[in-house]
């Protein structure tokens, strides 16, 4: 009277709680929408189920539900829905490469991907205000992590034995760290952090730390390469009737912007990136529209506005 199942999965009466899966089944499993509660342990040590979707109606995921699940792959994606997640939740899914956290979510509890020996992406919503000690702990093939402006609080060794992480990339001002957050990391380990957030120094915590821009100059009629500018400053002239000849673009503290231009009589010239100018010099030739876009870790983790 207290209990259902439905292809061998134990819910509750009404199938709004999943009590448990099968350890011996095989295969994905999809979890239903009208489910909003996976108890603990639901699916701890399933050493076959390979994938999990996990239904929109789901607000609760409690600890260690998905422990232990080696053979769990591809990418968990947490929904929105779930405002509630217990600890340890997917710890030792070594086989998993990929986590997206929804925005329902606001702390990462201690060890919740802990030994995901093969996570290498992970998209941390901008709603997360803390992530928990051991978070992340020896997930040694994430490469790479941005830090949203909301965190303030980062717990100890949350990144520890992170062997492969050379990069993470904070959007606001410094949270306040626990010890040995990015213990064991590669050893070119940097932190990147935008140059108008503030408390970051370099050394920061011990880590070697950089600040991050966009800036970029014109060459202009009768004047030549203008200086550098950034952060939305105008390049060029106005009101001077001096046309644009070339542009350079460049990102400090990361790679990744590519732009072309359209010039007077060629049309569109090849995509340069990081710096390298764009454009002619010395031919009189007017640069008549521009494309600019981002590449790799920048367009994971950046929009560029602009405007001609």
């Not at 710890?91 to 986590?99: F, H, I, R, V, W």
């Not at 303030?152 to 993470?168: M, Q, R, V």
């Amino acid at each position: 009277t207290s209990y259902s199942q439905q292809d061998g999965v134990l819910y509750n009466e009404n199938k709004t709680i999943l009590v448990q899966y099968p350890a011996a089944k095989t295969g994905d499993y999809i979890i239903p929408d009208s489910v909003y509660e996976i108890r603990y342990y639901a699916f701890s040590n399933c050493t076959r189920l390979t994938g999990i979707t996990i239904g929109s109606g789901v607000a609760a995921i409690e600890h260690s539900a998905f422990q232990g699940c080696i053979a769990l792959d591809g990418t968990v994606v947490i929904p929105d829905s779930v405002t509630n997640l217990g600890n340890q939740v997917f710890e030792g899914c070594e086989s998993l490469t990929g986590a997206v956290i929804g925005r329902g979510i606001t702390e990462i509890p201690i060890e919740t991907f802990a030994y995901c020996t093969n996570l290498n992406s992970v998209t941390i919503n901008g709603n997360i205000t803390k992530i928990i000690g051991n978070a992340f702990l020896y997930n040694k093939s994430l490469k790479n992590i941005t830090i949203p402006a909301g965190v303030t609080e980062i717990g100890n060794s949350a990144f520890f034995g992170c062997e492969s992480l050379k990069d993470a990339y904070f959007l606001g001002d410094a949270p306040t760290m626990g010890s040995n957050v990015f213990m064991s990391c590669a050893d070119s380990f940097r932190v990147h952090y935008l140059e108008t957030r503030t408390g970051y120094t370099n050394p920061w915590h011990y880590y070697a730390a950089e600040p991050f821009r966009v800036s970029y100059t014109c060459h202009v009629q009768n004047i030549g390469w203008q200086d550098w500018i950034a952060e939305g400053m105008t390049a060029g002239t106005s009101g001077r009737s001096l046309r644009l000849e070339a542009i350079k673009i460049q990102l400090a503290g990361i790679t990744g912007v590519e732009y072309r231009t359209h010039v007077q009589d060629y049309g569109w010239m090849d995509w340069v990136a990081d710096g390298t100018p764009s454009g002619t010099s010395g031919e009189s030739k007017r640069l008549e529209a521009i494309e600019i876009r981002l590449s790799g870790t920048a367009a994971s983790t950046y929009d560029i506005y602009y405007r001609v």
